[in-house]
């Protein structure tokens, strides 16, 4: 078996038990197939498996990742709705708590990823369709149109199963 890239490393966590270790390589790893940094899947994946709300300082040292790492997977996991803000009594402190609920994960995950991108791919077809009519080979210009439809295509497609996919999931 060829020996893992540095990427693909599962970093241990020496405060952390097992159950922690391997929740948290978990969600690295879904995050990893959605093209997410790391350490958001490890400070989801923490806040997941933590019994209390933790505060950024713990993320920091539990994960050991910088502070502007952990800010800036917060602030991402925050936009996302996957992890919410809670107040602790006696504490002036930020704690941070998992979202757990499926239809908020998958809706903010589609609210911010993958509808701008529909959105801005809607307006590129037409740019793609324009040069595909300037192409002057007919059967290259025939073959590129065909592709391009091909793509708006797949784009309605998508706006149109998101609103269901956010409903299926979230039932």
């Known amino acids: 078996m060829p020996p ?3 990427e693909e490393e599962v970093r241990s966590f020496p405060s952390l038990g097992p159950i ?3 929740v948290i390589q ?3 790893d879904g995050v990893k197939v959605l093209g997410l940094p790391r350490s958001i899947g490890e400070i989801y994946g923490l806040l997941f498996i933590f019994p209390e709300p933790l505060a950024l300082d ?3 040292s539990l994960l050991g990742i910088s502070k502007g790492s952990a800010s800036q997977g917060l602030r991402a996991l925050k936009t996302l709705g996957a992890v919410g803000e809670t107040q602790v009594e006696n504490s002036r402190r930020t704690y941070y708590s998992a979202s757990t609920e499926l239809k908020r994960l998958v809706g903010g995950f589609i609210r911010e990823q993958v509808r701008p991108h529909l959105e801005s791919g809607k307006s590129k077809v037409g740019s793609l369709l324009e ?3 300037a192409e002057p080979d007919p059967a290259r210009r025939e073959f ?3 592709q391009v439809r ?3 295509h ?4 998508g706006r149109f199963v998101l609103p269901l996919l956010q409903r299926v999931l979230g039932e």
């Open 4 to 6: 893992l890239r540095e």
């Open 131 to 133: 040069a595909a009519a």
């Open 150 to 152: 091909q793509l708006e």
């Open 20 to 22: 922690e270790t391997q």
């Open 154 to 157: 797949w784009i309605g497609r």
């Open 58 to 60: 713990d993320l920091v």
């Open 144 to 146: 590129y149109e065909t």
């Open 26 to 28: 978990f969600f690295v």
